[in-house]
Structure formats: C-alpha cells, structure tokens
C-alpha cells in the first residue's frame, strides 16, 4: 500500500484525529478506536513499515524504541505495576487489520491466556 492511502500514516501526518497518548520523534501513540480494555493505545512507528513481518534487520533499533514506547504508554496509563499486554497482529490471518505496524498496550482488566 502506498503511504498516501494508509490510514495510520494519515493519521501520523494529523489529516485524521487521534487523542494522542504520548509521542516521540520516531513513533506515535493514541487510543484505540475500538477499545478492547480499559486501556488500549497503539503505538506506531511514524515511517511506514506493514508488520512486524517486514522489518529488515536494519529495524532493530525502530522496533526496540517501539517496545520502550509500550512501557512508557502503560505508565503514563497508570497500569504498569497492575501488568497490561504488548501484542502486534501479523497478517489478516493473525487480525491485523491496518497493514501499518502498530503495537496494542492493553491494560486495566484480567487478561486471559491464550488469546481466540
Ligand atoms: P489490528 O486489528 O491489529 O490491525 O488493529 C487495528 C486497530 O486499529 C483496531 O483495534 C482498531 C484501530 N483503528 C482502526 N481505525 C482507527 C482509527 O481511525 N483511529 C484509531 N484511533 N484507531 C483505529
């Protein structure tokens, strides 16, 4: 998909709303539409990348400021010492639904295991 029809580039470039959570030069982060918990943020790297499945190795250092990013969004949440979950979907298949990385911060309810 070319970065001009992405939905979550649209939003890192503010052409669509989002209630921004916390931001940093390199990602973005903001509330789910569709809440799945109490908390439920994406974080998503500003330069377009479609999963995690895509990354090359030169993304290594992309992908742990995106995980320090989870961190931080759970504290900023207040639900890092109550635990939360980092997950990110790869492919339809696994649900992922906007083909632009983005990791969910879920947090404030039990959380089972495993997923559906
Ligand atoms: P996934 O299914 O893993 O690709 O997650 C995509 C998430 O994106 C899904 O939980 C709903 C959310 N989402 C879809 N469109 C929008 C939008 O326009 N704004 C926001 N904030 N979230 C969206």
Redesign the pocket.
């Known amino acids: 998909m070319v970065s001009e029809d992405c ?2 580039c649209r ?1 890192v470039r503010g052409e ?4 921004i959570v916390a931001e940093d030069d390199r990602w973005l982060a ?7 918990a109490p908390v ?1 943020v ?1 974080v998503i790297p500003r330069e377009h990348v479609e999963s995690v499945g895509s990354l090359s190795t030169d993304d290594g250092g992309l992908a742990g400021e995106l995980m320090l990013a989870a961190a931080e969004v759970a504290r900023i949440e207040g639900v890092a010492e109550s635990g939360f979950r980092v ?3 790869v492919g339809e298949r ?6 632009h990385l ?1 990791v ?1 911060v879920l947090g404030g309810r039990r959380m089972r295991w495993p997923p559906g």
């Open positions: 939905l979550f939003i669509i709303p989002a209630d903001f509330r789910d539409i569709q809440p799945q439920h994406l997950v990110t979907n696994a649900g992922q639904s906007v083909f983005h969910h």
